[in-house]
């Protein structure tokens, strides 16, 4: 089994407590059953039924902090097209899967951090505020249940990593926009797009404008040759999985807000589909289509998550 495919088999992330046993009815409330505690508290905790993993304060200090998930004014940026300046994480657990992660996040946005963490299948932490356990609960509650897939990413394009600032921007800047890439050490010849900042073909200087930089690779690509194209939001990042026979899905909200009859495209065709949406449970896939390779539907409503399996 490939690294790619054991890293999406990682459950989801734990809650990082360090409170006493005293508070044990506050996260039964929020049904949070795995923790990562201390190691002088990981006995007193498992006699009360939770999963525990032991974690020191240096093995801590020691995972990469990752910024808080969401939607952000970018400071000193000024955008004529007023889109959206997202910070998501995906491009960073998909240039480091090996790595070890920690996040610590305000109140409101500990749902989200956990269900990107998850579709990426990243080892991380979460430090949460208490008042967002019940809503963490809840988000980690709809994550056990989901059903079991190991699939592999799906990827159009490939990037070459240098290490550099300039490569993770750009990894960044195609996370945002649901261009799917690999990243690699070299270039891939099934890929008819290898990304190597720096050639003639891809010269420093163009990322500079990150709008017309992300235009040319999707123009490169084309539309009619993307895998995934993503209708009605600009704030829904997605993760896409597959064998040729299945596809999982997944949909992570960044904006804070419900966002209802989002449209997605998938080359393929694929005459079953469910959503499993975080918050509303199993639903049907809207007018749903197959036509010209592709398969088409909308979803009637997201608020933080969701999983499409197809089949």
């Given at each position: 089994?490939?690294?790619?495919?054991?890293?999406?088999?990682?459950?989801?992330?734990?809650?990082?407590?360090?409170?006493?046993?005293?508070?044990?009815?506050?996260?039964?409330?929020?049904?949070?059953?795995?923790?990562?505690?201390?190691?002088?508290?990981?006995?007193?905790?498992?006699?009360?039924?939770?999963?525990?993993?032991?974690?020191?304060?240096?093995?801590?200090?020691?995972?990469?902090?990752?910024?808080?998930?969401?939607?952000?004014?970018?400071?000193?940026?000024?955008?004529?097209?007023?889109?959206?300046?997202?910070?998501?994480?995906?491009?960073?657990?998909?240039?480091?899967?090996?790595?070890?992660?920690?996040?610590?996040?305000?109140?409101?946005?500990g749902a989200l951090?956990?269900?990107?963490?998850?579709?990426?299948?990243?080892?991380?932490?979460?430090?949460?505020?208490?008042?967002?356990?019940?809503?963490?609960?809840?988000?980690?509650?709809?994550?056990?249940?989901?059903?079991?897939?190991?699939?592999?990413?799906?990827?159009?394009?490939?990037?070459?990593?240098?290490?550099?600032?300039?490569?993770?921007?750009?990894?960044?800047?195609?996370?945002?926009?649901?261009?799917?890439?690999?990243?690699?050490?070299?270039?891939?010849?099934?890929?008819?797009?290898?990304?190597?900042?720096?050639?003639?073909?891809?010269?420093?200087?163009?990322?500079?404008?990150?709008?017309?930089?992300?235009?040319?690779?999707?123009?490169?690509?084309?539309?009619?040759?993307?895998?995934?194209?993503?209708?009605?939001?600009?704030?829904?990042?997605?993760?896409?999985?597959?064998?040729?026979?299945?596809?999982?899905?997944?949909?992570?909200?960044?904006?804070?807000?419900?966002?209802?009859?989002?449209?997605?495209?998938?080359?393929?065709?694929?005459?079953?589909?469910?959503?499993?949406?975080?918050?509303?449970?199993?639903?049907?896939?809207?007018?749903?289509?197959?036509?010209?390779?592709?398969?088409?539907?909308?979803?009637p409503r997201i608020?933080?998550?969701?999983?499409?399996?197809?089949?």
């Amino acid at each position: 089994m490939t690294p790619a495919v054991l890293v999406l088999l990682a459950s989801a992330p734990c809650v990082y407590w360090t409170q006493g046993i005293e508070s044990r009815g506050a996260l039964e409330a929020a049904a949070i059953k795995r923790l990562c505690v201390p190691p002088d508290q990981v006995d007193t905790w498992r006699r009360a039924g939770f999963t525990v993993s032991p974690i020191t304060e240096p093995e801590l200090a020691a995972r990469e902090p990752l910024p808080t998930p969401g939607v952000t004014a970018r400071a000193g940026l000024a955008s004529p097209t007023r889109s959206p300046w997202i910070v998501a994480n995906g491009w960073r657990f998909m240039r480091a899967p090996a790595a070890k992660y920690v996040y610590t996040v305000p109140a409101g946005k500990g749902a989200l951090a956990a269900a990107e963490a998850f579709a990426y299948g990243a080892d991380a932490v979460l430090k949460v505020d208490p008042a967002d356990l019940a809503s963490v609960g809840t988000m980690m509650t709809f994550l056990d249940g989901l059903p079991a897939a190991d699939l592999s990413p799906v990827a159009d394009l490939a990037i070459v990593d240098d290490g550099s600032p300039l490569t993770a921007e750009v990894m960044n800047l195609l996370a945002r926009r649901n261009l799917l890439f690999q990243v690699v050490q070299a270039p891939l010849p099934r890929f008819r797009v290898n990304i190597v900042m720096g050639s003639a073909a891809y010269p420093r200087e163009e990322a500079a404008d990150p709008s017309a930089f992300t235009q040319k690779i999707r123009s490169q690509l084309t539309d009619e040759q993307r895998t995934l194209r993503v209708y009605g939001s600009e704030v829904v990042i997605c993760r896409l999985t597959g064998d040729g026979q299945r596809m999982r899905l997944h949909l992570l909200n960044y904006g804070g807000r419900d966002i209802e009859g989002l449209r997605i495209r998938v080359r393929g065709t694929y005459r079953s589909g469910d959503a499993y949406v975080a918050g509303a449970g199993r639903l049907p896939l809207q007018d749903q289509i197959v036509a010209d390779g592709a398969t088409e539907f909308s979803l009637p409503r997201i608020a933080t998550y969701a999983v499409i399996d197809l089949k």
